[in-house]
């Protein structure tokens, strides 16, 4: 029999909520009948209940609006769950919605980026499409493109043309942050860090990087011309100042610098080699100061790092998070897991977001991915305008994901965010070689055709991720996957427990409707534990709490 009554929606209005701020949300019930019934919000955090708020309803036939808020401890970063149902007198469960929502500091303590790419003058749909976003918390937005020239970021007048021939407006742009900062989304201007106008050039000729030849490093078909970024040059101190202009005539949060992964090796007009690794460390350090001057703590400075290059120099430098973005030869899934545990070494324990671009056709390739990188504590940069998904570097030409990938996602997301604690950005990635599964394949070096699992460690806890890899036909996270991995259950996994006992074991997987945590029975014999995965299906999680 179909239930008379659902709950449609459970709306935040913001991305995130920062200490002493009050968490409030929506929920809309949906009957067909005319009863009186209880609404019921648990607010949990990782396996606590914290609060249960009840509220007697007397519903209609159609949908009502009811209002819930809660006041969070300030400690951050921190995760909470949110359990909404519908009960009747008879302490019946007629409906259940369990999501998440957290407490910031600051967006990049767990970055879930975005992206913005229409600036058009007289566009008027930015609150519609913000409030999109919102059910996968995106929390930051990368603004793509908005600017008068890659090396005039601030136009002449408004509106303008961009060098792609598109009619775009500085108002317009200002209108999106303002809406961004209602939802608690930083906003953050996409600059590149050496790229110029050939009229630019043409009037700065001694300002470009030559390659061997002594000619000019072009970007694209006579686009753009590379400029010169070495502390001190006469470019990166146009690029500084042109980092000021953005920060006093506009309210964005902070500078995304973008490159394009070559030219590695610049050439002087004397022909001597230099290379770039150290410069572009150095100028992400000199745009940190102009940020802290403007923005102060709330300000941020993001650096591409395009293939992983140049890792070592930029990960330890005075960025806030590391962000990556994948090209081969990070082809496969495992890469995936290794370029964010290398970032997270390098940047001694800063956040990661990777940027790897599919067609959101390829929706198991799609969830696949986030799997990986959520369960190695990163973020992905992937969802945005117009409902929009990240389908190619040039972020306008993104795909819009059908119904059903976003109502996964939005599962994959809620997870990473209700647990945070035991599986984000501040957790440490674990041996997961602690990890056998009966039957299965779980080695590192194979690519297809096993269980992948990822250990991440907190204080007291162990996360074991296992994600789904048997019976592909690949095993890379970019090239289409036309069938799903096969369906697993009663999965009997052995872990080395390196002489600690358990206290408790919890499953949970994003691939179910449900999210909370359910009990795991256990056998602890000696170094090793016995638990039983009831299902895989992408997904699955099992969190350890050790005794003491």
């Not at 007629?94 to 566009?123: C, I, N």
């Not at 992905?380 to 030409?397: N, R, S, T, V």
């Not at 056998?523 to 997904?539: A, C, D, F, K, R």
Request: charged share 20%.
């Amino acid at each position: 029999m179909k239930n008379s009554v659902n709950i449609d929606e459970v709306i935040f209005k913001k991305s995130f909520f920062y200490p002493g701020e009050m968490a409030s949300w929506q929920i809309k019930v949906h009957a067909e009948n005319e009863e009186t019934l209880l609404l019921v919000n648990k607010i949990t955090h990782l396996d606590k209940t914290l609060d249960v708020q009840k509220k007697k309803i007397q519903i209609t036939p159609g949908v009502t609006q009811y209002d819930f808020k809660w006041q969070p401890p300030k400690d951050t970063p921190k995760g909470y769950g949110l359990d909404v149902w519908v009960e009747n007198d008879q302490g019946d469960m007629l409906a259940f919605v369990s999501t998440a929502f957290d407490v910031l500091e600051k967006w990049t303590q767990h970055p879930r980026y975005g992206f913005m790419v229409d600036f058009s003058a007289g566009r008027t749909d930015g609150d519609q499409t913000l409030d999109q976003l919102i059910p996968f918390r995106i929390n930051a937005l990368q603004f793509y493109d908005w600017m008068y020239r890659h090396d005039t970021y601030l136009p002449p007048k408004d509106p303008f043309i961009d060098p792609l021939g598109r009619h775009l407006s500085l108002e317009t742009t200002q209108r999106l942050i303002d809406t961004a900062h209602e939802r608690n989304m930083a906003a953050m201007p996409y600059t590149a860090v050496y790229a110029a106008s050939i009229s630019f050039y043409e009037q700065h000729p001694d300002w470009a990087l030559l390659e061997k030849n002594g000619k000019p490093s072009f970007f694209g078909e006579n686009f753009l011309v590379i400029m010169d970024p070495r502390p001190g040059s006469a470019w990166t101190e146009h690029l500084l100042n042109q980092f000021s202009d953005i920060l006093a005539h506009t309210q964005f949060d902070g500078i995304h610098l973008d490159q394009y992964g070559a030219p590695k090796i610049g050439y002087d007009q004397e022909g001597n080699s230099y290379d770039l690794a150290q410069p572009l460390a150095a100028l992400i350090n000199s745009t940190r100061q102009v940020v802290d001057k403007s923005r102060g703590h709330s300000g941020a400075v993001v650096f591409n790092a395009v293939t992983n290059w140049p890792i070592e120099s930029v990960a330890p430098a005075d960025q806030d998070i590391v962000y990556i973005e994948v090209w081969s030869p990070y082809t496969h899934f495992n890469d995936l897991g290794l370029l964010i545990q290398q970032a997270q070494t390098l940047g001694d324990g800063k956040s990661v977001v990777i940027a790897a671009y599919i067609h959101p056709a390829y929706e198991i390739n799609a969830l696949l991915n986030d799997a990986i990188i959520f369960a190695n504590g990163a973020g992905h940069i992937e969802l945005g305008e117009g409902g929009g998904y990240l389908a190619d570097p040039y972020f306008p030409k993104y795909e819009v994901p059908s119904e059903a990938l976003r109502e996964k996602l939005e599962r994959y997301y809620q997870i990473s965010i209700r647990y945070q604690n035991w599986l984000g950005p501040r957790t440490q990635a674990g041996n997961q070689q602690m990890v056998h599964i009966q039957g299965y394949e779980t080695d590192a070096g194979i690519t297809k055709n096993k269980i992948m699992p990822v250990v991440r460690e907190s204080d007291g806890t162990t996360v074991i991720s296992l994600i789904n890899l048997m019976g592909l036909k690949h095993g890379e996270w970019e090239k289409e996957l036309k069938s799903a991995p096969t369906l697993l259950s009663n999965l009997t996994v052995e872990i080395g427990s390196n002489g600690k006992e358990a206290e408790k074991i919890w499953f949970t997987s994003p691939d179910l409707g449900d999210i909370t945590l359910k009990p795991l029975s256990f056998e602890q014999e000696g170094q090793s534990l016995i638990i039983t995965i009831p299902t895989l299906n992408v997904w699955s999680l099992a969190i350890i709490e050790w005794k003491n």
